[in-house]
């Protein structure tokens, strides 16, 4: 019996988990929506350290899944 209370808890534990890097992951792209708005709307070419700021945050959505 304690054994199936362990697995029931372990599995909530990977739901919550699961949830929290979903959620990282929908912020991750909201923010890299703002920043790509924000150069739209300058109609500049983005500096080389916003690129890799963009860059950081695709690989960093892209190593959750």
Known sequence: MATFTYLLH???V????HFKKY???EQSLCELEIK???VTKMGSIP????IIDILEMVSSV???Y
Do not use: F, G, Q, R
Request: hydrophobic share 35%.
């Open 10 to 12: 372990l599995e909530k």
């Open 14 to 17: 990977c739901k919550k988990i």
């Open 23 to 25: 959620c990282l992951v």
């Open 36 to 38: 790509e708005t924000k």
């Open 47 to 50: 500096t080389a350290v916003e």
């Open 62 to 64: 892209s190593e959750v």
